[in-house]
């Protein structure tokens, strides 16, 4: 009995030693930790320009191959010079308080006649030259075309499409200024610096830039009314519109056609025309103004369409291919015009 005591116990024993064993072998040994020598890292700015240095050693720069964009067209009116002195004899201050009179007032009833004309002023014609005088006053250059513009420019008028002459559609100066002087391109041309000889075919871009010249508008239309007052008894006239023209040529130069640029309205601008003179190579001293000018008739012109006999509202060019006959159509609805008021009358 007190063998087999023993023996169990040993057993116990031996078993306990075997279990300790086991997991001392499923355990990891601890190792020390190696250390790392320590690193130094740049701080702040130098960190990051180093790393830009390192993508740039990498990657390329990269290379834009968009084209800049062209400015937009503008037509550069002179800053108007004023003379610091007198530079007249007498004292001329009745310009710059100039007033245009009001209209007579018409009652739609009284209107028994009333009929539409549009007309084309050529300033090549000896009549209309003051409409290309070239000097430069008090009241800036004396070009009627310059007039128009600064006007539109520094008194903010309202130009007009050509879309119709009705002014439905205004119209900025930019442009205005694409329909005078075309807008500004790019193109591409030999770059003489980098390859003088043009044996490398290098090439650089440079734009184009064109520059008005106010001698290129040489015609004027004017859209106008006449109106019969049967209670006043007379004829009268009221200019409604002017529109300046650009003149087409053709690819060798000759002469193609004319388009109107913008329509202005022109009671807008009659207090404008009263404060500029118009040139008078008889007496420079009686010079009246623009204003007084067109109330006056004081230009000549060629009538171009009109109302009368014309239901598919066409120019007179459109049905009469003949410029002399064309001509003689405009005299020939003046005089109708004329001779409406002249056969009211009994003698």
């Given at each position: 009995m007190k063998n087999r005591i023993i023996k169990l116990c040993l057993l116990l024993t031996v078993m306990a030693f075997a279990t300790v064993e086991a997991d001392a072998q499923a355990k990891k040994p601890n190792r020390p930790a190696k250390k790392r020598p320590p690193t130094t890292k740049p701080k702040g700015n130098a960190?990051?320009?180093?790393?830009?240095?390192?993508?740039?050693?990498?990657?390329?720069?990269?290379?834009?191959?968009?084209k800049p964009a062209p400015p937009a067209a503008e037509i550069k009116i002179p800053a108007i010079k004023r003379s610091l002195r007198n530079d007249n004899a007498i004292e001329r201050n009745l310009v710059k308080d100039r007033i245009p009179l009001s209209y007579e007032h018409i009652r739609e009833d009284d209107a028994a006649y009333l009929q539409r004309v549009w007309r084309e002023i050529d300033?090549?014609?000896?009549?209309?030259?003051?409409?290309?005088?070239?000097?430069?006053?008090?009241?800036?250059?004396?070009?009627?075309?310059?007039?128009?513009?600064?006007?539109?420019?520094?008194?903010s008028i309202t130009a007009f499409s050509t879309e119709d002459d009705r002014f439905t559609t205004p119209m900025t100066y930019t442009q205005i200024s694409e329909q005078l002087v075309a807008k500004p391109r790019i193109i591409s041309v030999p770059d003489l610096n980098q390859d003088p000889d043009g044996s490398k075919g290098i090439m650089r871009d440079t734009t184009i830039i064109e520059e008005f010249n106010p001698d290129k508008v040489e015609r004027y239309w004017i859209k106008e009314d006449w109106v019969f007052d049967k209670e006043s008894s007379r004829m009268h006239v009221r200019i409604l519109g002017i529109a300046p023209l650009k003149t087409i040529m053709n690819d060798d130069g000759s002469f193609r056609d004319v388009s109107p640029v913008f329509w202005v309205y022109y009671p807008d601008l009659r207090p404008i025309f009263a404060k500029h003179e118009v040139y008078n190579g008889k007496n420079f001293g009686a010079r009246m103004s623009w204003e007084e000018l067109f109330e006056s008739r004081m230009f000549a012109s060629r009538i171009i369409k009109s109302t009368i006999s014309n239901p598919n509202d066409e120019y007179i060019k459109s049905y009469?291919?003949?410029?002399?006959?064309?001509?003689?159509?405009?005299?020939n609805i003046r005089e109708r015009i004329f001779n409406y008021e002249q056969d009211l009358w009994s003698y």
């Open positions: 960190s990051r320009n180093n790393n830009a240095a390192n993508t740039a050693a990498i990657a390329p720069p990269p290379v834009d191959t968009v300033v090549h014609e000896k009549m209309n030259l003051p409409f290309v005088y070239k000097a430069d006053g008090d009241q800036g250059n004396q070009r009627f075309i310059n007039i128009l513009l600064g006007a539109i420019k520094n008194d009469i291919k003949d410029p002399i006959l064309a001509l003689l159509e405009g005299e």
